[in-house]
T-cell receptor, first 111, second 111 residues
Framework: GENVEQHPSTLSVQEGDSAVIKCTYS??????FPWYKQELGKRPQLIID?????GEKKDQRIAVTLNKTAKHFSLHITETQPEDSAVYFC??????????FGQGTRLTINP | DVKVTQSSRYLVKRTGEKVFLECVQD?????MFWYRQDPGLGLRLIYF???????EKGDIPEGYSVSREKKERFSLILESASTNQTSMYLC??????????FGSGTRLTVV
Protein backbone atom coordinates (compact mmCIF):
# COMPACT_ATOMS: atom_id res chain seq x y z
CA GLY A 1 0.00 0.00 0.00
CA GLU A 2 0.87 3.67 -0.05
CA ASN A 3 3.57 4.98 2.27
CA VAL A 4 4.20 8.69 2.88
CA GLU A 5 7.40 9.98 4.44
CA GLN A 6 7.59 13.56 5.74
CA HIS A 7 10.64 15.64 6.66
CA PRO A 8 11.74 17.34 8.78
CA SER A 9 9.92 16.32 11.95
CA THR A 10 10.62 19.72 13.50
CA LEU A 11 11.44 23.03 11.86
CA SER A 12 12.26 26.35 13.46
CA VAL A 13 12.50 29.54 11.38
CA GLN A 14 12.75 33.25 12.05
CA GLU A 15 9.65 35.30 11.49
CA GLY A 16 9.64 36.59 7.95
CA ASP A 17 11.78 33.76 6.59
CA SER A 18 10.51 30.92 4.41
CA ALA A 19 9.74 27.37 5.51
CA VAL A 20 9.76 24.24 3.35
CA ILE A 21 8.37 20.83 4.30
CA LYS A 22 8.93 17.83 2.05
CA CYS A 23 7.07 14.58 1.53
CA THR A 24 7.69 11.50 -0.58
CA TYR A 25 5.15 8.87 -1.55
CA SER A 26 5.55 5.32 -2.78
CA UNK A 27 2.52 4.59 -4.97
CA UNK A 28 2.85 6.13 -8.43
CA UNK A 29 -0.94 5.81 -8.84
CA UNK A 30 -1.58 8.39 -6.10
CA UNK A 31 -3.04 11.52 -7.62
CA UNK A 32 -4.27 13.73 -4.78
CA PHE A 33 -1.96 15.45 -2.28
CA PRO A 34 -3.45 17.65 0.47
CA TRP A 35 -1.74 19.50 3.30
CA TYR A 36 -3.32 19.92 6.72
CA LYS A 37 -2.46 22.36 9.49
CA GLN A 38 -3.13 21.49 13.11
CA GLU A 39 -2.82 24.25 15.67
CA LEU A 40 -2.29 23.32 19.28
CA GLY A 41 -5.40 21.70 20.73
CA LYS A 42 -7.36 21.99 17.49
CA ARG A 43 -8.45 19.72 14.67
CA PRO A 44 -6.41 19.35 11.46
CA GLN A 45 -7.66 21.68 8.74
CA LEU A 46 -7.04 21.53 5.02
CA ILE A 47 -4.89 24.46 3.89
CA ILE A 48 -3.99 23.57 0.32
CA ASP A 49 -4.11 20.59 -2.01
CA UNK A 50 -2.81 19.61 -5.43
CA UNK A 51 -3.80 17.04 -7.99
CA UNK A 52 -1.40 15.12 -10.18
CA UNK A 53 -2.26 17.02 -13.34
CA UNK A 54 -0.76 20.19 -11.83
CA GLY A 55 2.86 20.89 -10.92
CA GLU A 56 2.38 23.85 -8.60
CA LYS A 57 -0.40 25.63 -6.79
CA LYS A 58 -0.31 28.86 -4.78
CA ASP A 59 -2.61 30.48 -2.28
CA GLN A 60 -1.25 33.75 -0.92
CA ARG A 61 1.80 32.89 1.20
CA ILE A 62 1.57 29.13 0.79
CA ALA A 63 2.40 27.00 -2.23
CA VAL A 64 2.68 23.33 -2.99
CA THR A 65 4.86 21.76 -5.67
CA LEU A 66 4.61 18.24 -7.03
CA ASN A 67 7.25 16.19 -8.84
CA LYS A 68 5.51 13.05 -10.11
CA THR A 69 8.66 11.54 -11.55
CA ALA A 70 10.48 11.70 -8.24
CA LYS A 71 7.28 11.06 -6.28
CA HIS A 72 7.69 13.94 -3.93
CA PHE A 73 5.77 17.08 -3.07
CA SER A 74 6.57 20.06 -0.89
CA LEU A 75 4.85 22.80 1.07
CA HIS A 76 6.38 26.26 0.89
CA ILE A 77 5.41 29.05 3.31
CA THR A 78 6.84 32.49 2.61
CA GLU A 79 7.04 35.52 4.91
CA THR A 80 6.27 33.35 7.92
CA GLN A 81 4.24 34.78 10.78
CA PRO A 82 3.72 33.63 14.38
CA GLU A 83 0.29 32.23 13.48
CA ASP A 84 1.99 29.80 11.09
CA SER A 85 3.31 27.89 14.11
CA ALA A 86 1.55 24.52 14.05
CA VAL A 87 1.94 20.88 13.09
CA TYR A 88 1.66 20.30 9.35
CA PHE A 89 0.68 16.99 7.76
CA CYS A 90 1.01 15.93 4.16
CA UNK A 91 -1.12 13.14 2.72
CA UNK A 92 -1.66 11.19 -0.48
CA UNK A 93 -4.47 9.18 -2.01
CA UNK A 94 -5.63 7.56 -5.22
CA UNK A 95 -8.76 9.26 -6.43
CA UNK A 96 -11.55 8.98 -3.90
CA UNK A 97 -9.77 6.49 -1.68
CA UNK A 98 -8.55 6.96 1.85
CA UNK A 99 -5.77 9.41 2.69
CA UNK A 100 -2.40 8.17 3.93
CA PHE A 101 -0.68 10.77 6.09
CA GLY A 102 2.93 11.64 6.73
CA GLN A 103 4.37 11.75 10.24
CA GLY A 104 3.91 15.49 10.67
CA THR A 105 6.21 18.50 10.98
CA ARG A 106 6.14 20.80 13.99
CA LEU A 107 6.85 24.28 12.66
CA THR A 108 7.89 26.98 15.12
CA ILE A 109 8.16 30.62 14.06
CA ASN A 110 10.59 32.56 16.23
CA PRO A 111 9.89 36.29 16.71
CA ASP B 1 -20.14 24.45 7.12
CA VAL B 2 -19.68 20.73 7.69
CA LYS B 3 -19.63 19.70 11.28
CA VAL B 4 -18.06 16.54 12.58
CA THR B 5 -18.80 16.06 16.24
CA GLN B 6 -17.04 13.66 18.53
CA SER B 7 -18.99 12.92 21.68
CA SER B 8 -16.17 13.28 24.18
CA ARG B 9 -13.15 15.56 24.28
CA TYR B 10 -11.42 13.65 27.09
CA LEU B 11 -11.97 10.13 28.38
CA VAL B 12 -10.28 8.11 31.09
CA LYS B 13 -10.98 4.39 31.10
CA ARG B 14 -9.65 1.38 32.94
CA THR B 15 -7.74 -1.49 31.36
CA GLY B 16 -10.15 -4.14 30.12
CA GLU B 17 -13.15 -1.84 29.78
CA LYS B 18 -15.18 -1.72 26.57
CA VAL B 19 -14.96 1.81 25.19
CA PHE B 20 -17.22 3.50 22.66
CA LEU B 21 -16.11 6.60 20.76
CA GLU B 22 -18.90 8.28 18.83
CA CYS B 23 -18.67 10.46 15.74
CA VAL B 24 -21.54 12.24 14.01
CA GLN B 25 -21.45 14.34 10.84
CA ASP B 26 -24.24 16.55 9.57
CA UNK B 27 -23.57 16.89 5.83
CA UNK B 28 -24.70 13.54 4.41
CA UNK B 29 -21.13 12.42 3.66
CA UNK B 30 -20.73 8.84 2.48
CA UNK B 31 -17.19 8.41 3.76
CA MET B 32 -16.15 8.32 7.39
CA PHE B 33 -12.80 7.51 8.95
CA TRP B 34 -11.20 6.86 12.31
CA TYR B 35 -7.55 7.83 12.79
CA ARG B 36 -5.26 7.61 15.74
CA GLN B 37 -2.74 10.42 16.30
CA ASP B 38 0.51 9.78 18.19
CA PRO B 39 3.58 12.07 18.32
CA GLY B 40 6.09 11.20 15.62
CA LEU B 41 3.74 8.72 13.97
CA GLY B 42 1.32 11.09 12.31
CA LEU B 43 -2.26 10.01 11.69
CA ARG B 44 -2.74 6.28 11.30
CA LEU B 45 -5.94 4.87 9.86
CA ILE B 46 -7.81 2.42 12.07
CA TYR B 47 -11.05 1.78 10.15
CA PHE B 48 -13.08 3.48 7.48
CA UNK B 49 -16.50 3.23 5.89
CA UNK B 50 -17.72 4.24 2.45
CA UNK B 51 -21.39 3.52 3.13
CA UNK B 52 -23.89 2.51 5.77
CA UNK B 53 -23.18 -0.93 7.26
CA UNK B 54 -19.94 -1.04 5.31
CA UNK B 55 -16.55 -1.08 7.02
CA GLU B 56 -12.98 -1.73 6.00
CA LYS B 57 -9.84 -2.22 8.02
CA GLY B 58 -7.21 0.46 7.89
CA ASP B 59 -3.54 0.11 8.77
CA ILE B 60 -3.89 -0.57 12.52
CA PRO B 61 -7.27 -2.29 13.15
CA GLU B 62 -6.11 -4.71 15.85
CA GLY B 63 -7.97 -4.23 19.11
CA TYR B 64 -10.67 -2.06 17.50
CA SER B 65 -13.99 -2.54 15.78
CA VAL B 66 -16.49 -0.11 14.25
CA SER B 67 -20.17 0.27 13.65
CA ARG B 68 -22.04 2.28 11.05
CA GLU B 69 -25.76 1.68 11.38
CA LYS B 70 -26.70 5.15 10.14
CA LYS B 71 -25.05 7.29 7.52
CA GLU B 72 -24.27 10.14 9.89
CA ARG B 73 -22.80 8.10 12.73
CA PHE B 74 -19.57 6.10 12.86
CA SER B 75 -18.60 4.50 16.15
CA LEU B 76 -15.20 3.20 17.17
CA ILE B 77 -15.18 0.41 19.73
CA LEU B 78 -12.26 -0.70 21.85
CA GLU B 79 -13.29 -4.21 22.83
CA SER B 80 -10.97 -4.43 25.83
CA ALA B 81 -9.02 -1.24 26.40
CA SER B 82 -5.29 -1.50 26.95
CA THR B 83 -2.72 1.09 27.99
CA ASN B 84 -1.16 1.10 24.49
CA GLN B 85 -4.45 2.45 23.17
CA THR B 86 -3.92 5.67 25.08
CA SER B 87 -3.95 8.21 22.28
CA MET B 88 -5.77 11.01 20.47
CA TYR B 89 -8.55 9.64 18.26
CA LEU B 90 -9.72 11.70 15.30
CA CYS B 91 -12.83 11.09 13.25
CA UNK B 92 -13.18 12.52 9.74
CA UNK B 93 -15.78 12.56 7.00
CA UNK B 94 -15.75 13.39 3.31
CA UNK B 95 -18.01 13.36 0.29
CA UNK B 96 -15.16 12.03 -1.75
CA UNK B 97 -11.66 11.43 -0.40
CA UNK B 98 -10.90 15.00 -1.34
CA UNK B 99 -11.16 17.40 1.55
CA UNK B 100 -11.59 15.57 4.82
CA UNK B 101 -13.34 17.40 7.64
CA PHE B 102 -12.03 16.34 11.02
CA GLY B 103 -13.72 16.26 14.39
CA SER B 104 -12.10 17.92 17.39
CA GLY B 105 -10.67 14.64 18.62
CA THR B 106 -11.04 12.49 21.72
CA ARG B 107 -8.04 12.18 23.98
CA LEU B 108 -8.34 8.74 25.55
CA THR B 109 -6.28 7.69 28.53
CA VAL B 110 -6.36 4.04 29.58
CA VAL B 111 -5.14 3.44 33.12
Amino acid sequence: GENVEQHPSTLSVQEGDSAVIKCTYSDSASNYFPWYKQELGKRPQLIIDIRSNVGEKKDQRIAVTLNKTAKHFSLHITETQPEDSAVYFCAASKGAQKLVFGQGTRLTINP
Amino acid sequence: DVKVTQSSRYLVKRTGEKVFLECVQDMDHENMFWYRQDPGLGLRLIYFSYDVKMKEKGDIPEGYSVSREKKERFSLILESASTNQTSMYLCASSLMSYGYTFGSGTRLTVV
